[in-house]
């Protein structure tokens, strides 16, 4: 931190360099020769004529209440009068200092928030199978994800996945897993080493997932399930919902997890969803009644997120296309 060296004359100055003394004091002329990211102390009218964009705690006369508003509107991080220095004022400069290092990670949340956007995969049609997909965080990060790749020629893996909790550490967990692209070849294989890297790394988090291995030439789908709700649902043109339950463990809660595979067909027109909990969010009622009535909107395809959300949704859906003859 530096404390500026007042140019107007002021009798409180002395008390200041008593209690700031262990700062180093410059002189305004010199500013640019020093870090703009470290916290500085300075004179209200100094902090207002100057071209200024260092964090700033400004200090005022005590009859210059509209200065000090002046600051605020133009950034200033905190302001304090000078007849009424802290006695303590290195406990108060840690306080602000630590609420302005958390105020700057907020405000880089957006461009991480642009960044987790772009790894995850576009929207891909391959021979006649489509996936398309809804990701809408009710912040500016997101504990769900979802991803798909090709296996061979024959097999794409995908999944849905959601991590615990909200927030920047769920959010980072995302990445990693997005690190697991292509790192593995089954259902079951991408669940058992999410859930190993999990239990080794004693991450205090846990994951549910559905993940499955499309064949697009026998047109079938294996799917497994690790502790998700909702499961896999299965829609096919004319026909009931199918769902696809589990009573598997999330991962990373034991070592011994054990998932079980289930294998579908998938006619022409079908579609299979994989949802997060979040998609339950625009419906009322317990939680059956909220899984009913969203399995009507998907199967209308009338399903419409809500503007403002208190819960991640992501939705990934794989449809197999009606074939021309």
Same mark, same amino acid.
């Given at each position: 931190?530096?404390?500026?060296?007042?140019?107007?004359?002021?009798?409180?100055?002395?008390?200041?360099?008593?209690?700031?003394?262990?700062?180093?004091?410059?002189?305004?002329?010199?500013?640019?020769?020093?870090?703009?990211?470290?916290?500085?102390?300075?004179?209200?009218?100094?902090?207002?004529?100057?071209?200024?964009?260092?964090?700033?705690? $400004?200090?005022?006369?005590?009859?210059?209440?509209?200065?000090?508003?002046?600051?605020?509107?133009?950034?200033?991080?905190?302001?304090?009068?000078?007849?009424?220095?802290?006695?303590?004022?290195?406990?108060?400069?840690?306080?602000?200092?630590?609420?302005?290092?958390?105020?700057?990670?907020?405000?880089?949340?957006?461009?991480?928030?642009?960044?987790?956007?772009?790894?995850?995969?576009?929207?891909?049609?391959?021979?006649?199978?489509?996936?398309?997909?809804?990701?809408?965080?009710?912040?500016?990060?997101?504990?769900?994800?979802?991803?798909?790749?090709?296996?061979?020629?024959?097999?794409?893996?995908?999944?849905?996945?959601?991590?615990?909790?909200?927030?920047?550490?769920?959010?980072?967990?995302?990445?990693?897993?997005?690190?697991?692209?292509?790192?593995?070849?089954?259902?079951?294989?991408?669940?058992?080493?999410?859930?190993?890297?999990?239990?080794?790394?004693?991450?205090?988090?846990?994951?549910?997932? $559905?993940?499955?291995?499309?064949?697009?030439?026998?047109?079938?789908?294996? =799917? =497994?399930?690790?502790?998700?709700?909702?499961?896999?649902?299965?829609?096919?043109?004319?026909?009931?919902?199918?769902?696809?339950?589990?009573?598997?463990?999330?991962?990373?809660?034991?070592?011994?997890?054990?998932?079980?595979?289930?294998?579908?067909?998938?006619?022409?027109?079908?579609?299979?969803?994989?949802?997060?909990?979040?998609?339950?969010?625009?419906?009322?009622?317990?939680?059956?009644?909220?899984?009913?009535?969203?399995?009507?909107?998907?199967?209308?395809?009338?399903f419409q997120p809500?503007?403002?959300?208190?819960?991640?949704?992501?939705?990934l859906s794989l449809?197999?296309?009606?074939?021309?003859?």
């Amino acid at each position: 931190m530096y404390f500026i060296y007042p140019t107007r004359t002021l009798k409180q100055l002395d008390r200041a360099l008593a209690l700031f003394a262990d700062l180093e004091w410059v002189k305004l002329s010199n500013i640019q020769r020093y870090d703009s990211n470290r916290i500085y102390i300075a004179d209200v009218q100094d902090f207002l004529t100057q071209d200024w964009d260092c964090p700033t705690v $400004v200090i005022a006369q005590s009859h210059e209440g509209q200065a000090l508003s002046q600051a605020w509107q133009k950034g200033a991080l905190a302001g304090w009068i000078w007849d009424d220095l802290p006695n303590h004022p290195y406990e108060s400069l840690q306080i602000i200092e630590a609420q302005y290092k958390r105020n700057q990670d907020s405000r880089d949340l957006p461009a991480a928030a642009a960044l987790q956007k772009r790894l995850l995969p576009n929207p891909i049609q391959v021979n006649s199978y489509r996936f398309d997909s809804l990701f809408q965080p009710s912040a500016y990060l997101s504990g769900d994800w979802f991803d798909y790749w090709w296996v061979d020629d024959q097999h794409i893996l995908f999944y849905l996945a959601d991590v615990s909790g909200h927030g920047v550490t769920s959010s980072l967990l995302t990445s990693w897993m997005a690190a697991f692209h292509q790192r593995a070849f089954s259902p079951q294989q991408l669940i058992y080493k999410l859930n190993d890297m999990l239990i080794n790394e004693n991450i205090e988090k846990h994951i549910t997932m $559905v993940s499955g291995l499309v064949n697009l030439h026998t047109h079938t789908v294996t =799917c =497994c399930n690790a502790g998700h709700f909702p499961p896999a649902i299965h829609l096919i043109p004319g026909q009931e919902a199918k769902i696809l339950s589990s009573s598997s463990f999330p991962l990373g809660l034991t070592e011994d997890l054990e998932v079980e595979a289930v294998s579908l067909h998938m006619p022409q027109g079908s579609r299979l969803i994989l949802c997060s909990d979040g998609a339950l969010e625009p419906f009322s009622g317990g939680l059956n009644e909220q899984f009913n009535q969203l399995i009507q909107k998907l199967s209308e395809q009338q399903f419409q997120p809500p503007e403002q959300v208190n819960d991640d949704i992501a939705i990934l859906s794989l449809k197999r296309l009606n074939e021309s003859k």
